[in-house]
């Protein structure tokens, strides 16, 4: 197999590393996720929380939602390794450090993170540097989306399972890809084993958004938005089960209630949950 060239992670993805790093550095306790880790990969210089895009204030809506969803994936990872299942699937997986911060239960797993070959070949030499390494359970998914490889190909060809239950999880990611593209990623989840379970986040519409009495915020344009009613129905289409909405009123209750300092996540980015039976 020939070396693999590195790439720097995207910048959305290190933006979110040094989101889920100041939740911890500037928001009060009780901290929803606890992660420096990305931090200390991307190693942005000591003045990088005066970057344009991390204010304290502007931003907060943005890192509750982000240190949110992860949030949500993690417990429904433990959730479903206290059921008995053994692989988790990081699809765009990017800076992502669940195998570093949560060794119990992911090395008593099968963790395997998707992404494209450059930026995961520099995060792989990272771990390294840092001391963390590249356990034998922790799978890198090389996949070029870009070339249409088919990630469930390279996800089996890596060493997962297809008769054994997993949880599946695609996070910051649906709003990069074609409505398509979506449709795509739920028809191969739902390929997965009876037991599994697949977590996506989605964007609402803009006028959804409003609708509610707020203002989104969607700083870059995207390529798909789903309403949730829309959502639900794609997913029973690609034939996912049991599937259910969880709002951002739903993240602000489970992790925000009562904060003194109003930390919520803003309002836009909304969950699917859906079930393999």
């Known amino acids: 197999m020939p070396a693999q060239r590195t790439v720097a992670p ?11 790093a100041m939740h911890v550095q500037v928001d009060a306790p009780p901290h929803v996720l606890e992660d420096e880790i990305g931090l200390e990969l991307v190693a942005p210089g000591a003045n990088w929380r005066r970057r344009p895009d991390m204010g304290r204030n502007a931003t907060s809506g943005f890192r509750a939602g982000v240190v949110a969803r992860a949030r949500l994936v993690e417990d429904l990872v433990a959730a479903r390794f206290a059921d008995g299942v053994r692989q988790y699937v990081s699809l765009g997986a990017g800076l992502d450090t669940f195998a570093q911060r949560r060794p119990e239960p992911a090395a008593g797993m099968r963790v395997f993170e998707i992404d494209q070959a450059g930026p995961q070949e520099w995060k792989r030499k990272r771990l390294e540097e840092l001391g963390y390494g590249v356990p034998d359970w922790l799978r890198m998914v090389p996949v070029d989306f870009e070339a249409d490889e088919d990630w469930w190909e390279r996800l089996v060809e890596a060493g997962f399972d297809p008769d054994r ?41 803009p006028e959804t958004v409003a609708a509610e009495g707020e203002q989104p915020h969607y700083p870059i344009r995207f390529r798909s938005f789903f309403t949730a ?16 909405h969880v709002s951002t009123a739903d993240l602000t209750e489970r992790y925000f209630a009562g904060r003194p300092d109003g930390l919520r996540p803003d309002v836009g980015e909304s969950f699917l949950l859906g079930a393999v039976v």
């Open 10 to 20: 995207e910048s959305t993805a290190v933006r979110v590393a040094l989101w889920r």
């Open 229 to 244: 009613e829309e959502m639900l129905r794609l997913a029973r289409e690609c034939g996912l089960h049991e599937v259910r």
């Open 165 to 205: 239950p997993a949880v599946l999880a695609s996070t910051g990611v649906s709003m990069y890809l074609t409505k398509d593209a979506v449709a795509d990623t739920l028809t191969k989840a739902a390929k997965a084993a009876p037991g599994s379970a697949l977590a996506m986040t989605f964007l609402l519409p």
